[in-house]
């Protein structure tokens, strides 16, 4: 069965420092979005990404972040200069038409420990 | 604005009891409504989703819920607890902003399964 997969599974970086969290979409999936969850509460909408652009983003999803579709495979998170509190799960999900019609599929997450 | 709100942090069940996991919504449009469960050290995976249609909607796993307007909810229920049922799960709530892009999660309630 097609999944949704992230790298790596466990970041751990000093504050300042940019990192990428890597995610690879179900190949035939158009629609991409990334997630986190801090340790002991919700899970929080950052993105939504589609046709090359942002459609939609959170109050989270500040000048500090970025979104982009280097290729066809992969869809990345970007976070410039990393502050303590961005230390969390981060999830990447796809679907291949948009939300309502369809279901995202949810990657296992990348763990990001901000020093 | 679209919330959900998640009755119970914790739940414990009696394995072959009947599980009951209440989520109610806030939504000004007509919502879409989801249920995810997240296994530990995994991602989240969809249990069941309601769009639109008939308001009792079966997922996986033995897992049902019924949407009901009146009342804003959207409870999970199965009728016999598995200790493999042990889990967090997510209720969340989808409407159009944009174009359903954008959901938001409940902060999740633990499900512990005595055997």
């Known amino acids: 069965e097609p999944e949704v997969t992230q790298t790596p599974s466990h970041q751990v970086t000093q504050m300042g420092q940019e990192v990428i969290l890597r995610c690879v979409p179900i190949s035939n999936h158009l629609y991409f979005y990334w997630y986190r969850q801090i340790l002991g509460q919700k899970v929080e909408f950052l993105v939504s990404f589609y046709n090359n652009e942002i459609s939609e983003k959170s109050e989270i999803f500040d000048d500090q972040f970025s979104v982009e579709r280097p290729d066809g495979s992969n869809f990345t998170l970007k976070i410039r200069s990393t502050k303590l509190e961005d230390s969390a799960m981060y999830f990447c999900a796809s679907s291949e038409q948009e939300l309502g019609t369809d279901t995202q599929y949810f990657g296992p997450g990348t763990r990001l420990t901000v020093l | 604005a679209q919330s959900v709100t998640q009755l119970g942090s914790h739940v414990s069940v009696s394995e072959g009891a009947l599980v009951l996991l209440r989520c109610n919504y806030s939504?000004?449009?007509?919502?879409?409504l989801f249920w995810y469960v997240q296994y530990p050290n995994q991602g989240l995976q969809l249990l069941l989703k309601?769009?639109?249609?008939?308001?009792l909607v079966k997922g996986i796993n033995g897992f049902e819920a019924e949407f009901k307007k009146s009342e804003t909810s959207f409870h999970l229920t199965k009728p016999s607890a598995h200790m493999s049922d042990a889990a967090e799960y997510f209720c969340a709530v989808s409407a159009p902003s944009g174009g359903y892009q954008k959901v938001t999660f409940g902060i999740g309630t633990k499900l512990q399964v005595i055997p």
């Open positions: 309601y769009t639109t249609g008939a308001t």
């Open positions: 939504s000004s449009v007509p919502p879409y």
